[in-house]
């Protein structure tokens, strides 16, 4: 018997442990309150996935993303199968309370359609967090989490948090529920980073995920907020400032996940690695150290991390060199477009000039980059968007020599609430459908109005096709169509109702 269960459930990627959990068992632990976390994620691409037959998986785990689809009467019978495996599970712990980490809306129904059968089976006090508590699909941040009012109007969640775990569940250990963040719709009060406790992995089996590394990769978190503020990024709002750890404390946090678990092979999970170059500074030369004073080879450790493209003087050669030296592996980077016009309007303070000088370095120190697009910028006219692929096509030596590993293209552009696009359209002439706030997908430019919604899908795809013919690879790119052209049928079904 174990006083809390912490789950991480369908659907998200299943290549490492989730932080949220392991930040959540040890904030238990420092209150000598027992916990246990669990995997049912992991499991379903893994146990479930390997005894389903591929069609029913496949049409299930659609299911989990694809707000039309409906499961075959076959595919149910499994879908039910696994989650009362789960449930059966969780009874046997007993636990008193179950806290369930909604990653995004990709694992709502999931959640939902999990809960319906274990209130009815056992009952226990249920709380839920992450970002999936509101709706929107592309966005982390909306005025109230509707997701989570809906599941506590029926009675299958007894509290929600929504912000961060470091000031809620201290309170919730206490008994305290009468805090900011909890069964509240603005966020908890924002935590000291340099303050936080290491995380707690002693429940998960690192070698399980599906990562191809040897040693397991562990979550591990450098900063919360950014330094930037792209105008259709809510981050700075659900995150607030910009808040970093000291280089030489991330440095030996990661050395204790080695020693703990020996695991050499880290993502970080936060927005940017590089926020604040002193500090990542330390950081790679602290690492160096380590290998040095324990006679270890340089690239001992391997750290993969959002990064942000900075200028020749904010980064020098020498940064990129001990980034090599420290372990760097994989750079998510930004990119979104290929048009200096563009990326002006976006606010992503650099040039197509500052991200040449980049890969230079990137390539040459060994280090691989992930491309992150925009397709369908507000702004974005038929020049930009072939400026866009122009890029795509000049750095295709870096998928050749094995720099540039893939590209996560999107779903085209979605305006999202606590955004700078959100709250000010009219600086960039965007105007909302119906005279309605735009949102969503539902939008258009005043001052470019061939930019319609079905232009910015057929863009989305002709950038995909392209990279296909370049060699590039992508990261859901399908799963990415398959949600926009369910939108657009949707869209057209409205349309349709309009009409008649």
């Known amino acids: ?6 789950l991480t459930v369908p659907r998200k990627a299943a290549v490492r442990p989730a932080a949220a959990p392991a930040i959540i068992k040890q904030l238990f632990n420092q209150h000598n309150v027992t916990s246990k976390c669990l995997d049912i994620n992991l499991d379903y691409f893994t146990r479930f996935q390997e005894q389903c ?7 299930i785990d659609e299911y989990l993303f694809i707000k039309n689809k409906h499961l075959s009467a076959c595919a149910q019978i499994l879908f039910d199968q696994f989650i ?8 046997a712990h007993q636990p008193k309370k179950l806290l369930i980490s909604v990653f995004s809306w990709q694992a709502q129904r999931f959640t939902e359609k999990f809960l319906e059968k274990f209130r009815t089976q056992y009952q226990c006090e249920v709380i839920i967090g992450g970002q999936g508590l509101i709706r929107e699909e592309n966005g982390s941040f909306a005025d109230k989490p509707i997701f989570a009012h809906y ?8 509290h929600w948090i929504r912000g961060e775990a470091e000031t809620t569940i201290p309170a919730i250990i206490q008994g305290n529920y009468n805090v900011a963040g909890i069964d509240t719709d603005f966020f908890a009060e924002r935590s000291n980073i340099v303050n936080h406790p290491v995380m707690d992995f002693s429940d998960f089996d690192v070698l399980a995920y599906k990562n191809g590394s040897q040693h397991g990769v562990l979550p ?6 950014c330094i930037r503020k792209c105008v259709f990024c809510d981050i700075p709002t659900v995150q607030g400032g910009f808040r970093i750890k000291p280089g030489l404390q991330l440095a030996n946090e990661m050395i204790h996940y080695y020693e703990q678990y020996g695991v050499r092979d880290f993502f970080f999970h936060d927005a940017l690695c590089n926020g604040s170059m002193k500090d990542f500074r330390l950081f790679n030369q602290s690492l160096i150290a380590y290998y040095e004073l324990h006679h270890l080879p340089d690239r001992y450790f391997t750290y993969s991390s959002h990064a942000i493209v900075r200028k020749h003087s904010a980064m020098r ?10 372990g760097a592996e994989t750079m998510v980077l930004g990119i979104e477009s290929g048009s200096d016009r563009v990326l002006a309007d976006m606010r992503k303070d650099f040039t197509m000039a500052d991200l040449d000088y980049n890969m230079a370095q990137y390539s040459k120190n060994k280090m691989q980059v992930y491309f992150l697009m925009i397709t369908g910028f507000p702004t974005e006219t038929e020049q930009d968007h072939q400026a866009s692929l122009d890029m795509l096509t000049k750095y295709q030596r870096f998928v050749a020599d094995g720099t540039i590993i893939g590209v996560n293209l999107g779903t085209t552009l979605t305006i999202e609430q606590g955004t700078p696009m959100f709250d000010h359209p009219e600086t960039l002439n965007i105007i909302g459908i119906n005279n309605q706030q735009p949102q969503g997908a539902d939008w258009m430019c005043a001052t470019n109005p061939d930019l319609t919604y079905k232009k910015r899908i ?20 399908d799963d990415q169509l398959k949600t926009l052209m369910d939108k657009y049928q949707e869209r057209l079904a409205r349309i349709q109702e309009l009409v008649h």
């Open 84 to 91: 009362q495996y789960w449930i059966d599970l969780l009874s």
């Open 317 to 326: 050669p020498v940064d990129f060199e001990h980034m090599a030296r420290a």
């Open 220 to 225: 591990i978190e450098s900063s919360r907020g």
């Open 1 to 6: 018997m174990v006083h809390a269960i912490i």
């Open 458 to 477: 057929m863009r989305r795809i002709q950038v995909q096709e392209h990279c296909e013919q370049l060699g590039y690879t992508f990261w859901k790119g």
């Open 53 to 59: 037959d591929p069609v029913l998986w496949n049409e």
């Open 151 to 158: 599941l506590k109007q029926r009675n299958l969640i007894d």
